[in-house]
């Protein structure tokens, strides 16, 4: 042993072990046999192929395939509420990026080699997902070797190529970076670059937002009612991974393939859901939180009549704020089934404060003053609505009451009201400000007419 | 004496359109003070100002012209002369034909003579020429980017309307916003980023970087000088790493590199981008007429060898400037004595209390916003004064500065070039003065100015086969491509690294495959600091009024400054440190108001773990290229029962184990305390001179002197070395000991102890080993050349100690005599005979 690599097992602190032997330690399994899948050559590398199709029939606890179809031959209406829009910084109405309607939807997850980014980091694993008639077909190319890369994401981009829209979840951040660099490194052009796409995560947040970053796992759990056995967890593959290049036993990958379907099919969905939801209008929300989201997306699109209805619906009391926690269903079931329910009114009191503050704000947008003053008023009137909105509220009502309703003392008592609340400096001088002038106008003359209005913000 | 004018006054015709009416009163206020300190008019007996050791006058020289090369686009020839630049200096004109002809060249002019356009002027052609053209800008701060980036865009925006050619300029950095991160990456014509920023944020990211790769052209490095030791080991790494890239993406860019002067800027060019370039060095800019003066302060003790403390010196002279109206920079060789000296003059001359400060600090840990204010005042001129540490000392524009004083000499002759010239960037009289403090190198260069004004200035020296910084490197490299079976990386085998690499799982190779992998979940450059050891560094936490962040440290220095009890100082305001959060790198401080700053006290040990050569007394053949490898080949202890040099591998533990107080002005030492903090560790390489049992049986001494001898030679060598290897004073670490495992004969202590008898181990062994380590993990390249220059070592270090006037030694030889007792100088002196003596009666040992 030359001393160069003594010095280097000491710089690396390298303690060269037996744990991975090189060759596979047991000749007759093959992956594509473990994996259920076909080795494929193309231009003389060979990556492996899995094609699994999912019935009709399938379920993931209530929700079927069947219930998530789109329309034949096209896709689902109100898909375009749900696509990220990364050049839309106005401010304004967004313009929902138009879909072809006769193309494929595709939903791609990746399962990778690392979490940075970065040349480095492989997607070793690139799951795609569509509908073919009634049945939904998945289909998962496998880096087995690295060289056949390029091999690999020609077939990924023909796959690709017919697709009206691609759906991922956290996509925008990282999956399609990810892929993009791939293609990049490999000097192919990506068939991602300007299609349309769908990062369900964030429209997810907006209308099942639940605890723990709105993982995946756990709106399979709420909203399909399936519950995951022996998944992978994520930290574990590209350590699985590894080991399956280092020996080329593919035993450990087994799950994790499973866990990339699961993660597809949920995903599918995840958004066959939000686009019936979408579809069918705040009546068939079933949460007050759904309700709210609902109303975001729409007025997104410049659609502020579902809006105004998605948010009146998140406004009334009828509806409880968000689905039972299957964490917290779980949790009161082992534990004598007692639910907070005061946590639950405090979520409830919150979402309808949010709702009724957006509600007030497309009014005021659309001129509908009196309508706007209602929805202020039914926040003041809630018991437990978070301190901003509160004062938010009585800030618009002063305003609406100066110059609008043109009644100055009750403009100076909602004025006097968002003083007492806590409000940062500039606030509060603004408050200040805005009382000494009604107090000015109210001492004078109490008919000095106003001039023209002035802006109101 | 220096004649009221000079004779000759050739001021070239910028100077005269330059200068306003006040320059002149300028410049009779500094004729007049330096006509004073070099004997004009003493007038005070405390003080005599015949203790300057040198004054040279360095001429004003006009300007010399060249036309544009062949090949400078007509358009940027416009733009140029529509901004007054009708024709080059010739040093530019040289460095843009290289340029153009796609050949890299290294320019070393001084500053302000217009190098900036040296790289401008090919990249725009370019660019011009080609709009797919991309160039890389590489400065060693952020701060100098921004700096480089207003000058460009104010280039590149005529050139935009007059070529109907959108060139997109970026800095491109930690601080670029992530939104805009895709825009430059698609727009930049020309990235203006930072090593650090190429090493983490860039390569690893090249295919979304494809386009500028591809059609890199040109990559520009500004302040090469400064990429000496680890930082330009690193750099090298960074830039193979970069060609790798470029070769994938079928480009091949010419290098422009600019240098302050140094001796070697073709070598260290060359070393850093391992490929031919061509010099530029003789500056066509004009100089204004600059007085360079050497101060020693003088002698106030004769038998203990002290004199007048040099930051006294610097203060009386910096306020002779202050007084009359000129603007200064001071520059001192610490963040401690930067605080120390912006105190003594906020004193003097701070004004009222309340109005604006016009004595600034300045020195890395402020925060960025209170360095733009600072940078910004003294252009405007509301800041009479700066005093910093080389922070300044880079290209940060700071305008014209009247007056350079620096305290203590800067440690090279590069950097002390570097400046000199802060002062007197345009071309009005300018002075620049050096205040010599009692360190060794210090007085060698005030009594020898020679050394200075006519030797050649510094080797910048680097090792990019470091093994750590190598290994590192190679392990982006393979996240960044894939390495091939055949691929070559730096000096050493890389297959072999690879192959170890990949006993640990970083990489992998199938066996019928001839690439290797990277199959590991990390993120390789995030844990690699070009800058430093590790990443980590403290944050200095205020808690007077709340928590604010007030400044930070590096993780080295930490233990020493921040540590529980310590005074931290930051422009003048002093903060105990009341609790140091090791764990979680954050020490709390809060304001008080006392009369002393603290000294930490470092114990350091040294084992030694390998030696590749030594043992004889050789003559010192024995330079080997480090980078081969081969050097490594270890001679077995057995071969070493002689005395003499060595080098080899060794570990170092250092550890702060107490502090001291100092008073303000006096530098009394008024108390001290006890530290208990966590051991910092290392291994690195080292140079060893062994001080054999005859040597030290035939001393004729108690042995309490003998250590002391000992420790007093090992001080001295310190200086020689530093000297001898051109570099910086923390480059090199010195430690005394037996090197053996276990072992507790310890003498070394840092910080200056005024106590010996404050604690520590004091016998010393029998066979006692002065150990000077490269202070960087690894080793950075110094121990094997200073094993070759043995001889001159041991004899420039006799020649100081035997040199120098103090009867028993003094800090300029062999330490103050109060720290290594009173025949340290004697006994230091006698060991080096008798080594000498000894040196025929060991046959020379053929090393197999």
């Given at each position: 042993m030359s001393s160069l690599a003594d010095r280097l097992r000491g710089v690396i602190k390298s303690v060269p072990s037996g744990?991975?032997?090189?060759?596979?330690?047991?000749?007759?399994?093959d992956a594509a046999e473990i994996l259920g899948g076909e080795w494929r050559d193309s231009r003389g590398q060979t990556f492996l192929v899995v094609d699994r199709k999912y019935a009709p029939?399938?379920?993931?606890g209530r929700v079927s395939i069947a219930d998530c179809l789109p329309p034949e031959g096209g896709i689902w209406p109100?898909?375009?509420?749900l696509t990220t829009c990364g050049?839309?910084?106005?401010?304004?109405?967004r313009e929902p990026e138009r879909l072809a309607p006769q193309t494929k939807l595709l939903f791609l997850d990746l399962e990778t080699t690392?979490?940075?980014?970065?040349?480095?980091?492989?997607?070793?694993l690139v799951g795609c997902g569509w509908f073919d008639g009634a049945t939904f077909r998945l289909r998962q190319f496998f880096?087995?070797?690295?060289?056949a890369e390029r091999a690999l994401l020609e077939s990924v981009a023909e796959l690709a190529a017919d697709t009206a829209c691609v759906v991922t979840y956290n996509?925008?951040?990282?999956d399609l970076p990810l892929i993009e660099t791939r293609f990049a490194l490999q000097r192919m052009q990506t068939p991602f670059a300007g299609m349309p796409h769908v990062d369900m995560l964030h429209p997810a947040r907006r209308l099942?937002?639940?605890?723990?970053?709105?993982?995946l796992t756990n709106l399979e759990r709420t909203l399909c009612g399936h519950e995951r056995e022996g998944d992978v967890p994520g930290f574990e593959i590209p350590s699985r991974y590894f080991h399956y290049v280092r020996s080329?036993?593919?035993?450990?990958?087994d799950a994790v393939f499973e866990h990339n379907r699961l993660d597809i099919v949920s995903l599918a969905m995840l958004t066959a859901r939000a686009t019936q939801l979408l579809d069918e209008?705040?009546?068939?929300?079933?949460?007050s939180r759904e309700a709210l989201g609902m109303g975001v997306l729409y007025e997104r699109a410049g659609m502020v009549n579902e809006a105004l209805d998605a948010f009146a619906r998140a406004a009334?009391?009828?509806?409880?704020?968000?689905?039972?926690c299957a964490s917290a269903a779980r949790r009161s079931l082992g534990e004598?089934?007692?639910?907070?329910l005061y946590g639950n009114e405090i979520a409830d009191e919150v979402i309808r404060g949010e709702a009724l503050r957006a509600y007030a704000i497309l009014c005021r947008r659309l001129r509908r003053y009196d309508a706007a003053a209602g929805a202020w008023q039914r926040v003041l009137d809630?018991?437990?609505?978070p301190p901003h909105i509160v004062r938010e509220a009585t800030e618009a009502l002063a305003v609406h009451h100066e110059?609008?309703?043109?009644d100055l003392q009750v403009a100076r008592t909602f004025a006097l009201q968002s003083l007492q609340l806590q409000a940062t400096a500039s606030r509060q001088q603004a408050v200040q400000h805005r009382l000494a002038r009604l107090d000015r106008k109210l001492g004078s003359a109490a008919v000095i007419p106003d001039a023209p209005a002035p802006p109101l913000f | 004496m220096l004649p009221a004018r000079p004779l000759d006054d050739p001021r070239g015709p910028l100077s005269v359109v330059e200068r306003g009416r006040t320059d002149s009163a300028h410049d009779q206020a500094l004729q007049s003070i330096v006509d004073r300190l070099t004997g004009?008019?003493?007038?005070r007996d405390d003080t005599p100002?015949?203790?300057?050791t040198a004054v040279r006058r360095l001429a004003p020289r006009a300007a010399e012209y060249a036309p544009f090369p062949?090949?400078?686009?007509d358009r940027l020839q416009q733009v140029l002369a529509a901004r007054g630049i009708e024709q080059l200096y010739t040093h530019q004109a040289a460095a843009i034909e290289h340029a153009l002809a796609q050949r890299s060249v290294v320019i070393t002019t001084p500053?302000?003579?217009?190098?900036?356009l040296c790289y401008n002027a090919p990249v725009l052609s370019a660019i011009l020429g080609d709009p797919s053209a991309r160039a890389l800008y590489l400065f060693p701060t952020k701060a100098l980017a921004q700096d480089q980036l207003a000058e460009l865009h104010e280039l590149s925006d005529q050139l935009s309307r007059r070529a109907e050619l959108e060139i997109g300029v970026f800095t491109y950095d930690g601080d670029t916003p992530q939104d805009a991160r895709r825009a430059i990456r698609g727009r930049a014509h020309i990235v203006l980023s930072n090593p650090d920023m190429l090493h983490s944020g860039i390569l690893p990211h090249h295919p979304r970087w494809a386009k500028l790769f591809e059609n890199l052209r040109y990559v520009v490095i500004d302040?090469?000088?400064?990429?000496?030791?680890v930082f330009g080991s690193h750099l090298t790494n960074v830039l193979r790493r970069m060609r790798r890239i470029c070769r994938h993406y079928g480009s091949n860019p010419t290098f422009i590199c600019s240098s302050a002067t140094i001796a070697n800027p073709k070598e260290l060019a060359e070393a850093l981008v391992e490929q031919p370039f061509e010099l530029v060095s003789d500056s066509g800019a004009p100089r204004g007429e600059k007085f360079f003066l050497f101060v020693n302060p003088p002698v106030v003790n004769r038998q203990l060898g002290i004199r007048r403390s040099y930051l006294a010196e610097t203060r009386r002279i910096a306020s002779e400037f202050l007084k009359r109206q000129l603007q200064l920079i001071v520059f001192a060789q610490s963040r401690l004595t930067t605080e120390i000296l912006t105190t003594y003059l906020k004193d003097d001359f701070?004004?009222?209390?309340?109005?604006?400060?016009q004595i600034r600090g300045y020195r890395g840990g402020y925060l960025p916003q209170r360095r733009r204010e600072i940078e910004k005042g003294l252009r405007e001129g509301s800041v009479r004064a700066v005093v910093s540490t080389?922070?300044?000392?880079?290209?940060?524009?700071?305008?014209?500065?009247?007056v350079c004083v620096m305290a203590?000499?800067?440690?090279?002759i590069a950097s002390t070039w570097q400046r000199a010239g802060?002062?007197?960037?345009?071309s009005g009289r300018s002075a620049a003065v050096l205040v010599a403090s009692s360190a060794p190198l210090d007085q060698f260069v005030v009594r020898n100015p020679s050394y200075f004004f006519d030797a050649p200035p510094e080797h910048a020296l680097i090792n990019p086969d470091n093994l750590h910084i190598l290994v590192d490197h190679v392990k982006c490299a393979a996240f960044e491509l894939p390495f091939t079976t055949t691929e070559q990386y730096g000096k050493h085998d890389v297959q072999e690294v690879l192959g170890i690499l990949a006993e640990s799982g970083f990489v992998h190779r199938k066996n019928e495959e001839s690439q290797w992998q990277w199959?590991?979940?990390?993120?390789?450059?995030?844990?690699?600091?070009?800058?430093?050891?590790?990443s980590d560094n403290f944050v200095v936490v205020d808690t007077?009024?709340?928590?604010?962040?007030i400044g930070e440290t590096s993780f080295t220095s930490g233990p020493p400054t921040l540590h529980e009890k310590a005074i931290y100082i930051i422009e003048g305001s002093l903060y105990q440190?009341?609790?140091?959060?090791f764990d979680g790198r954050k020490a709390y401080v809060r304001q008080i108001d006392c009369d002393y700053y603290t000294d930490a006290i470092t114990y350091t040990k040294v084992t030694v773990l390998?030696?590749?050569?030594?043992?004889?007394?050789?003559?010192?053949?024995?330079?080997?290229?480090?980078?081969?490898?081969?050097?490594?080949?270890p001679n077995p202890?057995?071969?070493?029962?002689?005395p003499g040099k060595s080098h080899g591998e060794v570990h170092v533990s250092s550890r702060v184990v107490g502090f001291k107080k100092i008073k303000f002005y006096?530098?009394?030492?008024v108390g001290s305390g006890e530290l208990d903090l966590p051991e910092q560790q290392m291994h690195t390489t080292a140079y060893w001179l062994t001080v054999p049992t005859s040597v030290m049986a035939a001393l004729p001494y108690a042995p309490d002197d003998r250590r002391d001898g000992v420790v007093g030679l090992s001080f001295a060598m310190r200086q020689v070395a530093q000297l001898l290897l051109m570099?910086?004073?923390?480059?090199i670490g010195i430690s005394i000991g037996s090197?053996?495992?276990?072992?507790?004969?310890d003498l070394t202590r840092t910080?200056?102890?005024?106590?010996?008898?404050?604690?520590?181990p004091a016998t010393l062994a029998d066979e006692p080993r002065i150990f000077i380590y490269d202070n960087y993990p690894g080793g950075i390249g110094f121990s094997e050349p200073l094993f070759g220059m043995h001889d001159s070592l041991l004899a420039r270090t006799r020649e100081l100690i035997a040199g120098c006037e103090c009867q028993h030694g003094c800090p300029t030889c062999v330490g103050p005599v109060g720290n290594t007792g009173p025949l340290a100088k004697n006994v230091a002196l006698r060991i080096l005979d008798l080594i000498a003596g000894a040196e025929p009666a060991s046959p020379a040992v053929e090393v197999a």
């Open positions: 744990a991975d032997p090189s060759g596979p330690r047991d000749e007759c399994l029939g399938y379920r993931h109100r898909l375009e509420l050049a839309n910084l106005s401010g304004s109405p690392g979490l940075a980014g970065g040349a480095g980091t492989y997607a070793f880096l087995s070797s690295f060289g996509g925008k951040t990282f099942w937002r639940e605890d723990d970053a709105c993982r080329g036993d593919a035993r450990g990958l209008g705040a009546a068939a929300a079933r949460t009334k009391a009828d509806l409880p704020a968000s689905a039972p004598g089934g007692k639910v907070g809630l018991r437990r609505c110059h609008r309703a043109r | 004009g008019l003493p007038d100002d015949g203790w300057v062949e090949g400078v686009d500053t302000a003579s217009g190098k900036t302040e090469l000088h400064a990429y000496r030791g701070g004004g009222p209390p309340g109005t604006q400060d080389n922070a300044l000392e880079l290209g940060i524009d700071i305008g014209a500065l009247d203590g000499y800067p440690g090279t802060r002062a007197g960037r345009r199959t590991n979940e990390s993120y390789p450059a995030d844990a690699v600091s070009l800058r430093s050891i590790s007077t009024n709340g928590a604010d962040v440190v009341e609790k140091l959060d390998d030696t590749f050569d030594g043992g004889s007394f050789d003559s010192g053949l024995g330079i080997r290229d480090s980078g081969s490898g081969n050097a490594s080949v202890e057995s071969l070493i029962p002689n006096t530098n009394e030492n570099c910086d004073r923390q480059d090197g053996e495992q276990g072992d507790d004969t910080g200056q102890p005024f106590d010996v008898a404050q604690g520590g």
